[in-house]
């Protein structure tokens, strides 16, 4: 199973759309997929159809009583796509594993075993403290969403940072697969001009493929399906479609190892 941690410190760039839509995707293209919400805000979960009260078991269970994985996940009404929701309990988590030695390492072991999927996808919530660690720790890559605004850079610069000391004390197996420029508008000369600097600056590590501000992907989540299959032909769905054939080609050939 390869795992991917989509993660950025700032709230509302498009993790957890991106969590969904490539989630989707991938399960659309028949990879069996997980997808973890590790967001104390359950919106991945809520964003899947899967709706507060179906939630039983959780990632918090997984992290704070060693639940196996196995035994929290539920399928989603996507075939091929199952999903280990988040629960508000989560928001206690960071507190609670306060005296855990292996606090870090929690999402790490229990991810571990192959439990029979090929890809599974980790929604981070919007801060660098130890839920994300968990991520960045278990993860054998890193997917960045990042919106075009002005100090988009700043931030993503304090996030490679911490994925350096992640890579130093925690995994150091731990790689980029790349940077996805979200909520692309092309009317706004500041988006282009940002977007222009970070592909100057970062290369290959940004995807070819960016997602454009598109309604039907922010409408969505309140009809409880991903985009991809609320509108499957809108722009932003396309765009979801194109990121994921992408992504698949800069994934290591280890799709089904353990
Ligand atoms: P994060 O998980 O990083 O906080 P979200 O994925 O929840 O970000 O996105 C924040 C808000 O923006 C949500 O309301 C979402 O529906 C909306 N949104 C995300 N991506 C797009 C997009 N490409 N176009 C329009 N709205 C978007
Ligand atoms: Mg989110």
Same mark, same amino acid.
């Given at each position: 199973m390869?795992? +991917?941690a +989509?993660?950025?410190q &700032?709230?509302?760039?498009g993790?957890?759309?991106t969590? +969904? ?14 997808l +973890?919400?590790l ?9 899947v ?14 992290l704070?009583d &060693?639940?196996p ?6 399928p989603?009404?996507i ?6 929701p988040?629960?508000?309990d989560?928001?206690?988590a ?14 790490q072991h229990a /991810?571990? &075993?192959?439990i029979?999927y090929d ?9 660098l403290?130890l ?5 960045l ?6 997917l960045?969403?990042?919106q075009?605004? !002005? !100090? ?6 304090q996030?490679?940072?911490t ?6 004390? !925690?995994?150091?197996?731990l790689?980029i ?7 692309f ?6 988006t282009e001009q940002?977007s222009?600097?970070v592909r100057?600056?970062?290369?290959? /590590?940004? !995807?070819e ?26 722009a932003?769905s396309?765009?979801?479609m ?7 080609t800069?994934?290591?050939? &280890?799709?089904k190892?353990?």
């Open positions: 390869i795992r +991917i +989509i993660a950025n &700032k709230g509302g760039v993790k957890t759309t969590a +969904i839509n490539v989630s989707t995707a991938l399960a659309a293209t028949g990879w069996k997929t997980l +973890i919400d967001d104390p805000q359950g919106n991945a979960s809520t964003g159809g899967i709706s507060a009260s179906e939630r039983d078991a959780s990632t918090y269970d997984v704070v &060693k639940a994985v196995e035994n929290c996940v539920i989603t009404r075939p091929g796509l199952d999903l280990l988040a629960t508000v989560l928001s206690g960071e507190v609670e594993l306060v005296g855990a030695e292996d606090r870090a390492h929690r999402l /991810l571990r &075993k192959d029979g890809v599974c996808l980790i929604d981070c919530p919007p801060s403290g839920l994300t660690l968990n991520a720790t278990a993860a054998d890559t890193l960045v969403p990042l075009c605004e !002005f !100090f988009a850079l700043e931030g993503l610069s996030l490679l940072q994925v350096e000391r992640v890579q130093q004390r !925690f995994n150091p197996d790689g697969i790349g940077i996805a420029l979200t909520m508008d092309r009317r706004n000369r500041l940002v222009d600097d100057s600056c970062l290369g290959q /590590l940004v !995807f493929t960016t997602i454009p501000r598109n309604v039907r992907l922010s409408e969505a989540p309140s009809h409880g399906v991903p985009a991809l299959i609320y509108d499957h032909a809108c932003g396309r765009a979801y194109a990121l994921a054939r992408e992504l698949i800069r994934l290591p050939e &280890k799709r190892a353990a």
